[in-house]
């Protein structure tokens, strides 16, 4: 059987191959790493609101008008 679709199982998903990503070109020493995340944490929180934004208002249950 598959497993359904979740968007929260995609972004951790992604996530953890980007971190992957970062890493691996820290220990290549072409990126370093702890700067980029001091200049770059600010923009990691608003694209996760962003995100979480997206889904709640995505995935909220459609209302019906029964009037």
Do not use: C, I, K, Q
């Not at 990126?31 to 962003?50: C, F, H, M, N, Q």
């Not at 709640?56 to 029964?66: C, E, I, N, S, V």
């Amino acid at each position: 059987m598959a497993a359904s679709f979740s968007v929260e199982r995609v972004v951790l998903g992604t996530a953890l191959l980007a971190l992957g990503v970062l890493w691996m070109l820290a220990n290549a020493g072409r990126l370093d790493l702890l700067a980029t995340l001091r200049a770059w944490w600010p923009s990691l929180l608003v694209l996760w609101g962003a995100l979480e934004l997206a889904v709640a208002l995505l995935w909220r249950p459609a209302r019906r008008g029964d009037s």
